[in-house]
């Protein structure tokens, strides 16, 4: 398979990343919801994407897409949450995790084609610097399944939402996508989520039917 190339007892196509498509460009929006770019000095580059086990249906779809065979890893997350009159309760959440070794080429890749940091990156992470509107929505649709939210209201009439969180300019770059994609004007505006850090939330609705 072309771009498969075995390193140590880890495989992958290397080649996934090297030109943006629609497709690698939605593994990309999800890495950069959901995932991290890790560049060590001593055991190698590493991509990793953890996530809740209620969705590892989605690591194993990027597992096959990519020809790999490092396994998902399911492990629980202990998580304790104050509550009133000063008692804690403690939670255990199931998470699954899909790292990608000696991934070098792909953190390059992902760095200088999709702008995603190296590190942490949720605080500071840009838009890609795109201007083919397939691949941008292919990146807006891994970071909808990331980060995002779609739901239909019937309380009144049908109305789809679809809410996005990210940093400010990230949003204001996809609210520009959608509206070159639809060719009209949303009206809605990307306002601050969460006070105290740099979160922001975009949310459109389409009314489907009165």
Not at 97 to 118: C, D, G, M, Q, R
Not at 159 to 175: P, V
């Amino acid at each position: 398979i072309l771009g498969l190339i075995k390193n140590k007892r880890y495989i992958k196509n290397e080649l996934f990343f090297d030109i943006p498509n629609s497709l690698n460009s939605s593994v990309a929006g999800f890495i950069a919801s959901d995932g991290h770019l890790d560049k060590r000095k001593k055991n190698g580059s590493v991509v990793y994407i953890t996530i809740s086990n209620k969705d590892r249906v989605i690591l194993e779809n990027i597992a096959k897409i990519v020809n790999t065979n490092c396994k998902i890893k399911d492990f629980i997350r202990k998580t304790i949450l104050p509550l009133r009159s000063g008692v804690e309760k403690e939670y255990n959440n199931l998470f699954s995790s899909l790292h990608f070794y000696n991934a070098a080429n792909w953190v390059e890749n992902l760095n200088t084609k999709w702008n995603i940091p190296i590190g942490n990156k949720s605080l500071s992470i840009e838009a890609p610097k795109f201007d083919d509107i397939e691949i941008s929505l292919g990146y807006i649709i891994g970071l909808i399944s990331g980060d995002g939210t779609i739901y239909l209201d019937k309380s009144k009439y049908e109305r789809l939402s679809i809410c996005m969180l990210g940093t400010e300019n990230l949003l204001n770059w996809c609210k520009s996508i959608l509206e070159k994609f639809l060719n009209k004007k949303l009206e809605t505006e990307v306002r601050k989520e969460r006070k105290t850090s740099n979160i922001y939330i975009l949310k459109i609705c389409f009314i489907t039917r009165l």
